[in-house]
């Protein structure tokens, strides 16, 4: 046993997030003497895991809100409990860490009942920490949460929960049984794939592996049954006996979309074939990441690839780095935008640099979300200074105690840059943020090439709004004047849009003194050196290849930050 046994991964210790769901049974003799079986899931609270949210709801009855009794209610509380609520749960609202000299449980209390609009007072009180008043919770599950129900010899009917791989049994695949019971040795069949398949293994966590012969009603539990692709296994999918199907499928969910698009290469070109491994491996295992091999001519070949947010682009990113031991570089992250040519058809838009030639174009939607932030009222001036430089439009302003709630349509690429670390960074940690896609709108948007020595590097080729363009072309030509190195020639570096240049730094050149050894002698001698060098620079601009260290290409794509 060690400390938050369930948050497996190194980073979710380290970083203290919940990354990936993960399920665990306990049995608990209650105070009327009964014993009572409890199917636990561990959810993560981050906007970008949002799916593993949606899918544990869909499997369980109950939920127990968690809120900080010294924070109050966060953002992302609020969206996760809208989302319990449609799928008809019975919701305990819990006040965490009321050891602490600063919790405030009836503020927090007065604040849930405003804010989302639950009754919270009979919220427990407890610490996780120390374990007071755990005991209570145990006791609100079993009275306040209303026990599952299912008919046991109706035919089979389960909901496909997750799946994942394992080297040696294949995919493992996580189901909450609504009717029927799932045994070993029976033949089953996966109603959206069409697969057929003979169980394997039955079992349940504990949070380890328990083997059993068979699942009921109710319970959530894992099986094996050789299948060898996690591609598969739908997550949502409704899993039936082949004999004995059940009419009619579960009406599952919606799968994971990844709204944020980014390009990762190998810093040596030459570990392109662990890379390809490693994120298949990582696939089998995350289903909402997504990806597709490109080429660029600054950084040979590597993946595009589709995430659900920033932070999920952040851990995949960092597990492949640690968990295969490659170091990558990844380009400026990206949207999808939906571009509608002259000639009627419209394209999605996943890279920058894929875009058509500006004449072809009839126009470009970009993605908008509601954005809703929750700040205390010393910081509201500077998130809203923020959510207006990055052409938001105020849709609410309420506020709960003293904290203002904030409603914001904000295009959806303004916000995958940094918009989180900034606005974590204006209100000093406290402000809480969530969204949600709301659709598509059009945009006038342009495409800024950056040109290093007149050619094009296409890793920094971006999508900017026009009015926008200049700023932000001038600050990153400003920034890589300093990033790269001098070379032996003059480098110019240019930000344009089309063929037109709307900023330009010059990168002077290293001078190396070859009229050192001329002492004294005709000037013309120093002069013939002199335009012997100058043509020889001239040549070598022509010619010479500008190598841009990684490093720049970091900092330039974080350009924003400052």
Same mark, same amino acid.
């Given at each position: 046993?060690?400390?938050?046994?369930?948050?497996?991964?190194?980073?979710?210790?380290?970083?203290?997030?919940?990354?990936?769901?993960?399920? !665990?049974?306990?049995?608990?003799?209650?105070?009327? &003497?009964?014993?009572?079986?409890?199917?636990?899931?561990?959810?993560?609270?981050?906007?970008?895991?949002?799916?593993?949210?949606?899918?544990?709801?869909?499997?369980?009855?109950?939920?127990?809100?968690?809120?900080?009794?010294?924070?109050?209610?966060?953002?992302?509380?609020?969206?996760?409990?809208?989302?319990?609520?449609?799928?008809?749960?019975?919701?305990?609202?819990?006040?965490?860490?009321?050891? #602490? *000299?600063?919790?405030? *449980?009836?503020?927090?209390?007065?604040?849930? +009942?405003?804010?989302?609009?639950?009754?919270?007072?009979?919220?427990?009180?407890?610490?996780?920490?120390?374990?007071?008043?755990?005991?209570?919770?145990?006791?609100?599950? !079993?009275?306040?949460?209303?026990?599952?129900?299912?008919?046991?010899?109706?035919?089979?009917?389960?909901?496909?929960?997750?799946?994942?791989?394992?080297?040696?049994?294949?995919?493992?695949?996580? !189901?909450?049984?609504?009717?029927?019971?799932?045994?070993?040795?029976?033949?089953?069949?996966?109603?959206?794939?069409?697969?057929?398949?003979?169980?394997?293994?039955?079992?349940?966590?504990?949070?380890?592996?328990?083997?059993?012969?068979? #699942?009921?009603?109710?319970?959530?539990?894992?099986?094996?049954?050789?299948?060898?692709?996690?591609?598969?296994?739908?997550?949502?999918?409704?899993?039936?006996?082949?004999?004995?199907?059940?009419?009619?499928?579960?009406?599952?969910?919606?799968?994971?979309?990844?709204?944020?698009?980014?390009?990762?290469?190998?810093?040596?070109?030459?570990?392109?074939?662990?890379?390809?491994?490693?994120?298949?491996? #990582?696939? #089998?295992?995350?289903?909402?990441?997504?990806?597709?091999?490109?080429?660029?001519?600054?950084?040979?070949?590597?993946?595009?690839?589709?995430?659900?947010?920033?932070?999920?682009?952040?851990?995949?990113?960092?597990?492949?780095?640690?968990?295969?031991?490659?170091?990558?570089?990844?380009?400026?992250?990206?949207?999808?935008?939906?571009?509608?040519?002259?000639?009627?058809?419209?394209?999605?838009?996943?890279?920058?640099?894929?875009?058509?030639?500006?004449?072809?174009?009839?126009?470009?939607?970009?993605?908008?979300?509601?954005?809703?932030?929750?700040?205390?009222?010393?910081?509201?001036?500077?998130?809203?200074?923020?959510?207006?430089?990055?052409? &938001?439009?105020?849709?609410?302003?309420?506020?709960?105690?003293?904290?203002?709630?904030?409603?914001?349509?904000?295009?959806?690429?303004?916000?995958?840059?940094?918009?989180?670390?900034?606005?974590?960074?204006?209100?000093?940690?406290?402000?809480?943020?969530?969204?949600?896609?709301?659709?598509?709108?059009?945009?006038?948007?342009?495409?800024?090439?950056?040109?290093?020595?007149?050619?094009?590097?296409?890793?920094?080729?971006?999508?900017?709004?026009?009015?926008?363009? +200049?700023?932000?072309?001038?600050?990153?030509?400003?920034?890589?004047?300093?990033?790269?190195?001098?070379?032996?020639?003059?480098?110019?570096?240019?930000?344009?849009?089309? &063929?037109?240049?709307?900023?330009?730094?010059?990168?002077?050149?290293?001078?190396?003194?070859?009229?050192?050894?001329?002492?004294?002698?005709?000037?013309?001698?120093?002069?013939?050196?002199?335009?012997?060098?100058?043509?020889?620079?001239?040549?070598?601009?022509?010619?010479?290849?500008?190598?841009?260290?990684?490093?720049?290409?970091?900092?330039?794509?974080?350009?924003?930050?400052?």
């Amino acid at each position: 046993m060690k400390e938050q046994v369930l948050d497996s991964m190194d980073i979710e210790r380290e970083r203290g997030i919940t990354i990936k769901a993960q399920t !665990v049974r306990l049995d608990y003799k209650a105070k009327d &003497g009964q014993l009572y079986q409890l199917n636990l899931i561990d959810t993560p609270g981050h906007v970008d895991f949002a799916y593993e949210v949606n899918r544990s709801l869909a499997a369980c009855e109950g939920s127990l809100l968690v809120v900080d009794a010294t924070q109050g209610v966060e953002a992302q509380t609020l969206a996760n409990v809208y989302q319990a609520l449609e799928n008809n749960h019975e919701v305990v609202p819990v006040l965490n860490k009321i050891d #602490l *000299p600063a919790s405030e *449980p009836e503020r927090v209390r007065a604040q849930i +009942e405003e804010v989302i609009g639950l009754d919270a007072q009979d919220a427990i009180e407890i610490s996780a920490k120390t374990g007071k008043g755990v005991e209570n919770v145990l006791e609100a599950i !079993v009275q306040r949460l209303p026990p599952p129900r299912g008919d046991a010899a109706a035919p089979l009917k389960a909901l496909l929960v997750d799946s994942w791989y394992d080297a040696y049994l294949g995919v493992v695949v996580l !189901v909450r049984i609504i009717d029927g019971t799932l045994s070993k040795g029976q033949r089953i069949r996966l109603m959206l794939t069409g697969g057929s398949y003979q169980v394997d293994r039955v079992g349940i966590f504990r949070p380890k592996q328990e083997m059993r012969d068979r #699942l009921g009603p109710g319970e959530i539990g894992f099986f094996t049954a050789s299948i060898r692709q996690v591609a598969d296994t739908r997550v949502g999918d409704t899993i039936t006996d082949e004999k004995r199907p059940t009419e009619k499928a579960l009406s599952g969910f919606q799968p994971a979309q990844p709204v944020v698009f980014c390009g990762l290469f190998p810093v040596d070109s030459g570990d392109f074939e662990d890379l390809r491994e490693a994120v298949g491996k #990582l696939r #089998l295992n995350d289903a909402s990441f997504e990806y597709e091999m490109e080429t660029s001519a600054a950084l040979g070949f590597g993946f595009r690839c589709g995430f659900l947010g920033l932070l999920h682009l952040e851990i995949i990113r960092e597990r492949l780095e640690r968990e295969f031991n490659i170091d990558l570089i990844a380009t400026a992250p990206s949207v999808i935008y939906h571009v509608y040519l002259t000639d009627g058809t419209m394209t999605e838009l996943h890279n920058p640099a894929d875009m058509p030639e500006a004449q072809k174009i009839a126009k470009i939607d970009e993605p908008w979300i509601e954005a809703s932030i929750l700040v205390p009222d010393e910081h509201l001036g500077a998130v809203l200074k923020l959510c207006e430089d990055r052409r &938001g439009r105020q849709k609410n302003l309420t506020y709960a105690g003293n904290r203002a709630m904030l409603v914001y349509a904000l295009p959806l690429n303004e916000v995958v840059f940094d918009f989180y670390d900034r606005l974590k960074s204006v209100s000093r940690g406290y402000a809480s943020f969530d969204y949600h896609i709301t659709g598509y709108e059009e945009g006038d948007l342009v495409k800024m090439a950056i040109l290093v020595n007149d050619e094009p590097v296409d890793a920094l080729s971006v999508i900017v709004n026009r009015s926008r363009a +200049e700023a932000r072309g001038r600050a990153m030509v400003e920034k890589l004047k300093d990033l790269i190195p001098r070379h032996m020639f003059k480098i110019p570096i240019q930000a344009a849009i089309g &063929g037109k240049v709307i900023a330009r730094e010059t990168l002077s050149a290293l001078r190396k003194d070859v009229t050192a050894k001329c002492y004294g002698g005709d000037i013309t001698r120093k002069r013939k050196l002199l335009e012997k060098q100058k043509a020889g620079k001239k040549k070598m601009r022509s010619f010479g290849k500008v190598d841009i260290p990684q490093e720049a290409f970091i900092a330039a794509l974080k350009m924003d930050a400052d």
